[in-house]
């Protein structure tokens, strides 16, 4: 069984399909475990959490027994005393979370249930963590136990999840959402209205087309905001020109600001100089040219603002922001 596993850049839909996959699966019969991975302990502890949730939803039989053995196991002793810290706010022992979810989909089986572990932004799961989940799903494989896994993250967490595991390359089908086909935006910006009886000229929606790229949370932004202010019948191209001021306000209190907030100050010339060499992706040694320094002495700042999901590295030596058209918010927000 090969397991789902989504990657793209920011405003592609991921999350959107997640969610939508997780109501699917639950129709099936699957009991789903949702998370974000954060970069700290609060996505294993949610797991956690979500896997108890799950093992006393099931008939109590042995197997459940052991399986909230497994998640009760996943706490903190302190100094070996044997005293046990509050499970919600000790540090997970992450050790066990292999048998966390082995156990858990045994249990399940028994039931006639699965069980589907989500996980979005899945790059920024601990490195070690991601490894303990491969091997769970991979022992599950092996017994013929009902879990899955839906993984979906920036572009390098191809590269993540195969240096994880040896084995991962053939438990996933991987598939790259990206942006939209003139076509398909077209008929995601037409259709919806047609059944209003609302008519958009070829040129509005190929102005749409052409300020969004067809990332689809750009399609959706223009197409909202010109359908708010629009004037012609059918909508023209004036319409979306029209509609630009609301849609750049829209996209920069919003998509942009929230993942701007991640940027320190001590990280704002090195986004400013990648954005001052237009679209990327572009090459390491080009941003610290722009900079007049060097890439060992950008190194560090490079790995943090990976590390925050703000740029992504396509290959090695190149580097490209996660988030469309940011080059464009830092030009207007943040310009020198």
């Given at each position: 069984?090969?397991?789902?596993?989504?990657?793209g850049?920011?405003?592609?839909?991921?999350?959107?399909?997640l969610?939508?996959?997780?109501a699917?699966?639950?129709?099936?019969?699957?009991?789903?475990?949702?998370?974000?991975?954060l970069?700290?302990?609060?996505?294993v502890?949610?797991?956690?959490?979500?896997?108890?949730?799950?093992?006393?939803?099931?008939?109590?039989?042995?197997k459940?027994a052991?399986?909230?053995?497994?998640?009760?196991?996943?706490?903190?002793?302190?100094?070996?005393?044997?005293?046990?810290?509050?499970?919600?706010?000790?540090?997970?022992?992450?050790d066990?979370?292999t048998?966390?979810?082995v156990?858990?989909?045994s249990?399940?089986?028994?039931?006639?249930?699965?069980?589907l572990?989500?996980?979005?932004?899945?790059?920024?799961?601990?490195?070690?963590?991601?490894?303990r989940?491969?091997?769970?799903?991979?022992?599950?494989?092996?017994?013929?136990?009902?879990?899955?896994?839906v993984l979906?993250?920036?572009?390098?967490?191809?590269?993540?999840?195969?240096?994880?595991?040896?084995?991962?390359e053939?438990?996933?089908?991987?598939?790259a959402l990206?942006?939209?086909?003139?076509?398909?935006?077209?008929?995601?910006?037409?259709?919806?209205?047609?059944?209003?009886?609302?008519?958009?000229?070829?040129?509005?929606?190929?102005?749409?087309?052409?300020?969004s790229?067809?990332f689809?949370?750009f399609?959706?932004?223009?197409?909202?905001?010109?359908?708010?202010?629009?004037?012609?019948?059918?909508?023209?191209?004036?319409?979306?020109?029209?509609?630009?001021?609301?849609?750049?306000?829209?996209?920069?209190a919003?998509?942009?600001?929230?993942?701007?907030?991640?940027?320190?100050?001590?990280?704002?010339?090195?986004?400013r100089?990648?954005?001052s060499l237009?679209?990327?992706p572009?090459?390491?040694?080009?941003?610290?040219?722009?900079?007049?320094?060097?890439?060992?002495?950008?190194?560090?700042?490079?790995?943090?603002?990976?590390?925050e999901?703000?740029?992504?590295?396509?290959r090695?030596?190149?580097v490209e922001?996660a988030?469309?058209?940011?080059?464009?918010?830092?030009?207007?927000?943040?310009?020198?």
């Amino acid at each position: 069984m090969q397991h789902p596993l989504y990657t793209g850049l920011r405003g592609v839909g991921k999350t959107v399909l997640l969610t939508k996959l997780a109501a699917v699966a639950e129709h099936h019969g699957f009991r789903p475990i949702r998370l974000e991975a954060l970069g700290n302990d609060d996505g294993v502890r949610s797991l956690v959490r979500q896997a108890r949730r799950v093992a006393e939803s099931l008939r109590r039989t042995s197997k459940v027994a052991r399986a909230l053995r497994s998640i009760d196991s996943v706490s903190l002793t302190v100094l070996g005393t044997g005293i046990e810290v509050d499970r919600v706010n000790a540090a997970p022992d992450r050790d066990s979370l292999t048998d966390v979810l082995v156990d858990l989909a045994s249990a399940a089986a028994d039931d006639d249930v699965g069980v589907l572990v989500s996980i979005d932004e899945a790059q920024l799961l601990d490195a070690a963590d991601l490894r303990r989940i491969l091997a769970a799903v991979h022992r599950s494989g092996q017994d013929a136990l009902p879990l899955a896994v839906v993984l979906a993250g920036l572009p390098n967490l191809v590269g993540m999840v195969a240096k994880a595991a040896t084995y991962a390359e053939r438990m996933f089908d991987v598939s790259a959402l990206g942006a939209l086909s003139a076509e398909h935006t077209a008929a995601a910006v037409t259709e919806p209205s047609r059944e209003l009886g609302v008519a958009w000229s070829a040129d509005a929606v190929e102005a749409i087309a052409e300020r969004s790229d067809g990332f689809p949370f750009f399609v959706q932004t223009w197409a909202y905001h010109t359908w708010n202010t629009a004037r012609d019948e059918p909508i023209s191209a004036a319409d979306v020109e029209r509609a630009g001021d609301a849609v750049e306000r829209a996209l920069d209190a919003g998509f942009f600001a929230a993942r701007s907030a991640r940027i320190r100050a001590s990280e704002l010339s090195y986004v400013r100089a990648l954005a001052s060499l237009g679209g990327g992706p572009h090459r390491s040694g080009d941003v610290a040219k722009a900079l007049g320094t060097t890439t060992q002495q950008l190194g560090p700042v490079r790995d943090r603002l990976i590390g925050e999901g703000v740029v992504y590295a396509p290959r090695y030596g190149w580097v490209e922001f996660a988030i469309p058209h940011f080059d464009r918010f830092l030009a207007r927000s943040a310009p020198g």
